[in-house]
């Protein structure tokens, strides 16, 4: 039961995380109550002050010690309009409060119940009262109000820095909330030459002078969440890792026209961002079009690459004719361009949760974002003379007679598309490649077995 005077404290507390929000701070208010007075109040502060102790009931209590002359806070208590945090939980027991009283939960970071609870601890040698959930509706809003307002004026810059061409469609942020298990940070690129506006979307995780930089390309209809399974064993190495968006997929652009996607279009496009990131030590790892693509890579800058992970591709030199699997995938498309990403990850990998399954679906929210899908198949170099097809006997020749690095190959051994006997044929083709992995487990997406892949492709090129 909420009393009315607790309400007419926590608003008080709600008037100072107003003004925390006027000054472009999170906004948490705090005050301190000593015998129905307030002796104090504080304001989310962090960014003013350079200082990430700042948090509204830091600021509170230090207030509060100096108007009674004594760090402990005996017979006080304290309204915030936010669940506590450790940080300032462990401070409320040391000042030895009589109470906290909170409005919102935190589910994030709440130390009073909702991550952890330090206050339920009967081993430490003071027990301070906690009621969370008053004006909890009030101090939410508050909360969910400027971050909407955050996120909004966010949009409103990236727009103004990578301003969305009249030919090209961009899928909106909403539809990447809450993906699960790709928690990485976006970055993005439009001054590429090759781009020409076009908004490209790319990973960039780990140190930049790290021993290792793995440049991870993935295939259609993918995007580099495909990889997200394989980034925690390879950052935990201490190496870095990029992973982007070809254009069309994921959070790139999409052009809304399938003439856009051209192959030694695509190929230049990551040949420049290779240059822009000054990419160096690079193991290139790649699986289906991005095997196709990224197989023709290296020739063109071979001092930059040091190792090859490859998994389910093949290179498409136009002289030789494409796998059965492969042509029926072109059928497919052709017959049912509408089909379901998300759909036909759960086919081919049984394991994929359905929100998994969801953020595959995700960059495509309907069928004027799909050019890409529907281009894709049709660019596979088949004949000796379609564009990318030389391009492909070229970087055939590096990979049997000029490439000095590392290789490792994985297969799944249950992939349509692509069977075992390409790949094997593949291997022959790649100087010095060992026999490949196979995954009896595995399909096409090899990558949704990546923990393992990951950790053998670590101890692999360590050495």
Not at 16 to 41: F, L, S, Y
Request: hydrophobic share 45%; with cysteine.
């Amino acid at each position: 039961m909420i009393s009315d005077q607790d309400a007419h404290w926590m608003r008080l507390a709600l008037a100072e995380a107003q003004e925390a929000a006027r000054a472009g701070e999170v906004p948490v208010g705090a005050i301190v109550v000593k015998d129905g007075q307030v002796i104090a109040t504080g304001r989310n502060a962090p960014v003013e002050g350079h200082d990430p102790t700042a948090h509204a009931e830091i600021v509170a209590l230090r207030a509060a010690a100096q108007r009674l002359g004594n760090y402990r806070l005996d017979g006080c208590s304290l309204y915030v309009t936010l669940e506590p945090c450790a940080m300032c939980s462990g401070a409320m027991l040391h000042a030895r409060l009589a109470r906290v009283v909170y409005g919102a939960a935190d589910p994030k970071t709440g130390a009073a119940g909702s991550v952890l609870n330090l206050f339920a601890h009967a081993e430490i040698n003071h027990q301070t009262q906690v009621q969370g959930g008053v004006l909890s509706e009030e101090c939410g809003g508050l909360l969910s109000g400027f971050f909407r307002q955050r996120r909004h004026q966010q949009r409103v810059e990236a727009l103004a820095r990578h301003p969305l061409r009249d030919d090209a469609l961009r899928t909106p942020d909403a539809a990447f909330a809450h993906l699960p298990g790709y928690p990485w940070a976006p970055h993005y690129l439009s001054d590429l030459p090759s781009l020409a506006g076009l908004r490209l979307h790319y990973l960039d995780e780990g140190p930049r002078d790290a021993p290792l930089t793995w440049l991870c390309l993935h295939g259609n209809p993918t995007w580099s969440y495909l990889y997200r399974r394989m980034l925690p064993t390879l950052l935990a190495a201490g190496h870095r890792v990029v992973a982007p968006d070809l254009i069309g997929f994921g959070k790139s652009d999409k052009p809304k026209k399938e003439t856009a996607h051209q192959f030694e279009w695509h190929r230049q496009v990551l040949l420049e961002l290779i240059e822009r990131l000054d990419l160096r030590r690079v193991v290139l790892v790649v699986q289906d079009w991005g095997g196709i693509l990224g197989l023709t890579l290296p020739m063109a800058m071979p001092d930059r690459f040091e190792g090859l992970l490859v998994m389910n591709t093949l290179l498409a030199t136009g002289d030789a004719p494409l796998p059965s699997g492969c042509v029926d995938w072109r059928a497919m498309c052709r017959e049912k361009p509408l089909y379901g990403v998300g759909r036909l990850l759960s086919r081919a990998c049984p394991h994929l949760m359905p929100a998994e399954c969801a953020a595959y679906d995700a960059p495509f929210p309907d069928k004027g974002y799909r050019a890409a899908l529907r281009a894709f198949p049709e660019r596979v170099p088949a004949a000796s003379d379609d564009p990318g097809a030389a391009l492909s006997r070229a970087a055939r020749h590096f990979w049997q007679h000029q490439w000095t690095g590392r290789s490792l190959m994985v297969v799944g051994a249950q992939d349509p598309v692509l069977g075992l006997s390409t790949m094997q044929a593949l291997q022959q083709t790649i100087r010095a490649c060992p026999a490949p992995v196979v995954l009896p487990q595995a399909g096409h997406f090899v990558q949704e077995h990546g923990e393992a892949v990951a950790a053998q492709a670590v101890e692999y090129f360590a050495h």
